[in-house]
C-alpha cells in the first residue's frame, strides 16, 4: 500500500482543512438532528444567531453529559435525514448573499492569510517529516 504525501503547501492544507470540514459538517448535522430551529434559515441578527449556536451547543453537551442514551445511533441519525431540497435550497442561497457580501479587497486578504497558514504548515509537517527519518 503507497501512502499519498502532500508535495506542496497547498496540497497540505487542502487535505487538513477537507478533513476538518468533514468533522464539522458531521458535528452540525448532529447538532440540527436534534434542534430543528438550526435546519431553516433564520431572520435574527448575525449576534443573536451566533449565541443560538452557542447555546445549542451547551445544551447538546448537557444532554450528552447526563443523558447519553438520549443521542441516536450513526444509521438511526443517516436514516432519519435524507437530503431535503429545502435545506439544500437555502444553503445555495446563503452561498450566493455570502459570495456578493465579500469584496474583493476582503478575498486578498483571506487568500494572503491562508497562504500564511499553508506555508507554516508545510515547514511544520516537512521538520516532523525530518525528525521521523533521523530516528529511524
Known amino acids: 500500500m503507497t501512502i499519498h504525501r502532500p ?12 478533513r476538518l470540514r468533514n468533522v464539522i ?6 447538532v440540527k438532528r436534534r434542534f430543528k430551529v438550526l435546519v431553516i434559515a433564520q431572520e435574527y441578527s448575525p449576534e443573536t444567531q451566533s449565541q443560538l449556536i452557542s447555546g445549542l451547543a451547551v445544551i447538546h453537551n448537557f444532554i450528552r453529559a447526563y ?18 431540497e429545502e435545506t439544500a435550497r437555502i444553503e445555495r442561497m446563503t452561498a450566493k448573499l455570502a459570495d456578493r457580501a465579500v469584496g474583493n479587497e476582503e478575498r486578498n486578504r483571506a487568500a494572503e ?9 508545510w515547514e511544520d509537517y516537512r521538520c ?6 533521523a530516528r529511524a
Open 25 to 30: 459538517e458531521r458535528i452540525f448535522g448532529v
Open 113 to 121: 492569510r491562508r497562504e500564511t497558514i499553508a506555508l507554516a504548515m
Open 67 to 84: 443523558d447519553p442514551a438520549d443521542i441516536p445511533e450513526d444509521t438511526e441519525m443517516e436514516t432519519a435525514t435524507g437530503p431535503n
Open 128 to 133: 516532523r517529516r525530518r525528525g521521523r527519518q
Open 7 to 18: 508535495q506542496n503547501h497547498r496540497e497540505l492544507f487542502n487535505y487538513r482543512h477537507a
